[in-house]
């Protein structure tokens, strides 16, 4: 099978890429109801028209989460009404997922120009940059979301918690390099749309 045009990888990945698009959507529309009846939730509880009791789960147990990247430990004991540390953890699933989708639909855009043949336009260089500069948008509010959530941990840690560490992990190193390398790449698609338009002209 080819690689460009029609009936080729190129357009079968541009399919693919169109239903993630939309699950990616239909993931959006579940994480903002979530967020909106959490608030909700947390605002009535808060107002006194639910009962407290409602915050904690069956059996008088506490939610128990972990937040990538700081000490599992200082994440004990955790209610549902605890919203400076459940709210983070909804913006950091907020940011990944819409910076998901505008990487994918980048990514579509990009594949429906190898599917026509034509991989070298200037537009798809346009699209790597955004597609780079998401992930540096991502990163950096992941850590600041990180250090919020640490901060907040630290006001109401366990006397026996002295201190909550944030730490790198090998697939945030990846990550990085991933971005350098788009950083390349997008540079090549735009030198190599620059030559075809030379070669157009010189025609």
């Keep these: 099978m080819k690689a460009l045009g029609k009936g080729s990888i190129a357009a079968i990945v541009e399919a693919g890429l169109g239903i993630t698009r939309i699950v ?12 909106l009846a ?8 808060s107002a006194g028209a639910l009962d407290p009791s409602l915050a904690e789960l069956g059996n008088g ?3 128990h989460i972990r937040i990538l990247g700081s ?5 004990d004991n955790v209610q549902w009404t605890d919203w400076h540390l459940i709210v983070p953890a ?8 819409g910076g ?3 990487i994918v639909t980048q990514l579509r855009l990009m594949f429906l120009s190898f599917r026509s043949g034509e991989p070298f336009r200037r537009e798809n260089a346009n699209h ?3 597609i780079w500069i998401t992930m540096v948008a991502i990163e950096l509010s992941r ?19 002295s201190a909550i560490s944030l730490s790198l992990d090998g697939e945030r190193l990846s990550t990085w390099g991933s971005i350098l390398i788009l950083i390349v790449l997008a540079e090549v698609f735009r030198e190599g749309a620059r030559l075809k338009e030379e070669q157009e002209l010189t025609i």
């Design 24 to 35: 990616l959507w239909a993931l959006i529309g579940l994480w903002a109801a979530a967020f």
């Design 38 to 45: 959490y608030l909700a939730f947390v605002g009535l509880i």
């Design 61 to 63: 147990q506490n939610l």
């Design 71 to 75: 000490d599992g430990a200082a994440i």
């Design 90 to 97: 909804l913006l950091i699933a907020g940011v990944g997922i």
């Design 100 to 102: 998901a989708l505008i």
């Design 128 to 130: 790597l940059r955004v």
């Design 143 to 161: 850590y600041v979301l990180m250090g919020l959530t640490a901060a907040l941990l630290y006001q109401i840690r366990d006397p026996s918690v």
